[in-house]
């Protein structure tokens, strides 16, 4: 500092008062601390305001300099708040994460894996027919569960004023699309991305706006079958059905045939099987229609086929005396745990 600004500092004391201020600063160690401070040394009533007021008082010619010295330790002041405030905070972030902090490389102690989780029983059982339809030379496929009424209907034989949509009723997206309401719309994907001869099965979530019962859910799962070959008929599709439940239940099943309606397939049928003293419709099936395997390009005079739509949930229900539908997804552990 030149030999003038010193007479200025020592006539108003402004070294020491610079000194004094920032050791404040330096030893405030919370950010409420340097806050305080800040209203202490800056605020309207504070210290540096008043030093600056009381310039008033000196000579003209000591006035201006002596201004210009404590505005420079205001700014160095302010500095040093803003960067002690900032430090402070990532302080109080860094002990903050230390406290938080968790070891997700530290071995599990033991009892948390005696309640390991199991396979549900729809999904065992589903496992066991994709295996059984395999060894079959099926294919496995999927399909998105929000479906195009396209393919849900559409390309299925079903036009929009069709009878045969009030049979399913429907829940819509608001962007036009739909909850797949049955695994039919497999089908027609494969049929589309496939070359005959073809084999699939195609297991899935269905979803229907229903009245809900002991064997009617909202949310339920299908396997649908299709096969595409020269020369399929009706025995084959009642080979396919019988073994199927042969499989699965390992004994007779009492069931019966009759006649079913579906406009996808000609003839259709429905298989019910005898479940705790009534039928239960579980197996409808049929001989593909031509107009649905024409629609995906497929000659219907060279290639014909059958398809069926299993009803896994009820599946299961008749597989392990589940005498009501809404235990799948009720997420009862007494239930679950039967499985285990
Ligand atoms: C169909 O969904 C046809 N797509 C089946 C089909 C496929 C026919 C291929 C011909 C050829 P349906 O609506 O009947 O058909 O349903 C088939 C099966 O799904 C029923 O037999 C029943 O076992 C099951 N099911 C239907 N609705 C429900 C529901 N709300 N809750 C539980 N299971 C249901």
Excluded at 42 to 63: D, F, I, N, Y
Aim: hydrophobic letters at 40%.
């Amino acid at each position: 500092m030149d030999t003038d600004s010193s007479r200025v500092e020592s006539a108003t004391n402004l070294s020491g008062l610079r000194g004094s201020v920032l050791a404040l600063v330096a030893v405030a160690d919370t950010e409420e601390a340097l806050e305080q401070l800040r209203t202490e040394l800056l605020g309207k009533k504070g210290q540096l305001t008043q030093a600056m007021k009381e310039l008033g008082s000196l000579p003209v010619e000591q006035r201006k300099e002596a201004g210009q010295a404590l505005n420079l330790i205001k700014t160095e002041v302010e500095q040093a708040l803003s960067q002690r405030i900032a430090s402070c905070a990532a302080e109080r972030r860094e002990a903050a994460l230390q406290s938080e902090w968790i070891d997700v490389t530290l071995p599990v102690s033991a009892p948390l894996f005696t309640s390991t989780g199991t396979q549900h029983c729809l999904t065992r059982v589903r496992r066991e027919l994709e295996e059984i339809f395999r060894s079959m030379g099926f294919r496995v496929v999927d399909g998105p569960e929000v479906e195009k009424e396209y393919y849900n209907f559409e390309a299925l034989n079903i036009p929009a004023t069709h009878p045969a949509r009030d049979m399913q009723d429907t829940i819509w997206t608001t962007d036009g699309n739909l909850l797949r309401t049955h695994t039919s719309a497999m089908q027609v994907r494969a049929l589309e991305r496939l070359e005959p001869p073809l084999r699939i099965v195609g297991p899935g979530r269905c979803f229907r706006y229903e009245r809900l019962d002991a064997s009617h859910e909202h949310t339920f799962y299908q396997m649908e079958g299709m096969m595409i070959d020269r020369d399929v008929s009706i025995p084959n599709l009642i080979y396919f059905m019988k073994r199927l439940l042969r499989e699965i239940f390992g004994s007779e099943q009492k069931i019966r045939l009759r006649p079913g309606y579906f406009p996808f397939v000609e003839p259709g049928f429905e298989l019910d099987i005898w479940f705790q003293g009534r039928w239960l419709e579980l197996l409808p099936c049929g001989l593909v229609h031509p107009r649905v395997l024409e629609s995906s390009g497929i000659d219907s005079s060279q290639w014909q086929g059958f398809a069926f739509g299993l009803g896994l949930s009820r599946l299961v229900m008749t597989r392990y005396q589940i005498d009501d539908i809404r235990y799948f997804q009720s997420c009862d552990l007494r239930f679950l745990k039967q499985f285990a």
